[in-house]
Structures are given as C-alpha cells and as structure tokens.
T-cell receptor
Framework: DGGITQSPKYLFRKEGQNVTLSCEQNLNHDAMYWYRQDPGQGLRLIYYSQIVNDFQKGDIAEGYSVSREKKESFPLTVTSAQKNPTAFYLC??????????????FGEGSWLTVV | AQSVTQLGSHVSVSEGALVLLRCNYSSSVPPYLFWYVQYPNQGLQLLLKYTTGATLVKGINGFEAEFKKSETSFHLTKPSAHMSDAAEYFCAVSGDGANSKLTFGKGITLSVRP
C-alpha cells in the first residue's frame, strides 16, 4: 500500500547528541515536509522540500537539518543545537509543492525524548 | 499572513449528540480550508477540505463543514457523535501560489461520553 513510513516510532536522545529521524514515501509525491507537534500548540513547520536536492526552512528550523537526495526520502536530523527537542515529529508529503488545495498526507509520527 | 483560531482546547459531548467544533481563519487571499483528525499516537488524517465551489463540504465519518466567507469561519459538525469520534481535530488554512504553506490551528480535543 502507498504511504509514508517514519522510523523509529520512539527515540531517546542524550543531551548533546544528534539524532536522525527517517521518512520514506512511496506515493511518488514531489513535496515533503517535517512538522513538530507539542501539546496545545498545534503543528509547526520545520523544513519542507518541493523537489529533490532543494529544501527551505519553515517556521522553526533552528537546531534542525534535512537532506533530500532522493524523491522518496526526507530525513530530519535533530542537532545538539536544538534546545528543547522533546516532541512528536510528523513527516508529510503532497503531490506538488504548491499547497493551494492539495492534500498533505501524514506519516504515523516519531516520538523523540531527551534523557 | 494567514492564521487559524480554534477557540477552546477541549469539547465534551454525549454519544448521539451534535458535534460542533469551531474554526475561524484569517487570510489575505481566498483560502483553502482543511479539517484533519488525529487519534492518539498517530499521524493526521484528512476529514474534509474546501477548495472552490459548494460551500458545504462533506467528509469522511459523517462530518461536514460549511465555509462562510462573511464570518471567516469553517466550523466542523456531525449530527450524532459516536464513541469512535474521540480524537484531536485540527483546522488548517492555506493560500495560493508557489510559496503557500499550510497553517494549523492549535487543535481541539473531542471527548464523547457514553
């Protein structure tokens, strides 16, 4: 079945470590996104990519990095510079990068906890 | 700039009662409007969306929403709540053009009492 796969589902990070969250999609979508979700704050956009080898910062990009070397993959690295990384992270994709009325489809999410 | 306001963080209804979740938006261009549902520890699933045309939009699981431009609202309703409707609901807005993004509200948790 087509969809978006995020891994791992749960991840624990020690302070000072970088961690990478994986996101793979087989929907043949051009655009991919990373959102962060905190209780009571809705979803906030971290990074997005409208096409392979190109990506843009979202609203809260500081302390995060991404790459888009393949159409189906958009990994997110949470660096040690991110001061409060404990959150639920959601990867998403859409057919094109022009949102307009396009639907954004979401993965199942990854929980990151700093210990 | 665009924004979404979902008043209140929690709504509780009895099973079989009307569900009404409010959403107001602000957008400088004609908006595209979405409602998503999120069950615990899962991603978001699209319930319905308004793009153009008919202002009353029907979605999955018996939900519908009406776009009212004069009130800048897109409230979500369901005539009769079911226990399985208990979840978090997000309203979102996007504009048009190459740089449009999807902006989410803070979400509303719906509880359904037996």
């Amino acid at each position: 079945d087509g969809g978006i796969t995020q891994s791992p589902k749960y991840l624990f990070r020690k302070e000072g470590q970088n961690v990478t969250l994986s996101c793979e999609q087989n929907l043949n979508h051009d655009a991919m996104y990373w959102y962060r979700q905190d209780p009571g704050q809705g979803l906030r956009l971290i990074y997005y990519s409208q096409i392979v080898n190109d990506f843009q910062k979202g609203d809260i990009a500081e302390g995060y990095s991404v790459s888009r070397e393949k159409k189906e993959s958009f990994p997110l690295t949470v660096t040690s510079a991110q001061k409060n990384p404990t959150a639920f992270y959601l990867c998403a994709s859409s057919k094109t990068g022009i949102i307009s009325g396009n639907t954004i489809y979401f993965g199942e999410g990854s929980w990151l906890t700093v210990v | 700039a665009q924004s979404v306001t979902q008043l209140g963080s929690h709504v509780s209804v009895s099973e079989g009662a009307l569900v009404l979740l409010r959403c107001n938006y602000s957008s400088s261009v004609p908006p595209y409007l979405f409602w998503y549902v999120q069950y615990p520890n899962q991603g978001l699933q699209l319930l319905l969306k308004y793009t153009t045309g008919a202002t009353l939009v029907k979605g999955i699981n018996g939900f519908e929403a009406e776009f009212k431009k004069s009130e800048t609202s897109f409230h979500l309703t369901k005539p009769s709540a079911h226990m399985s409707d208990a979840a978090e609901y997000f309203c979102a807005v996007s504009g048009d053009g190459a740089n449009s993004k999807l902006t989410f509200g803070k979400g509303i948790t719906l509880s359904v009492r037996p």
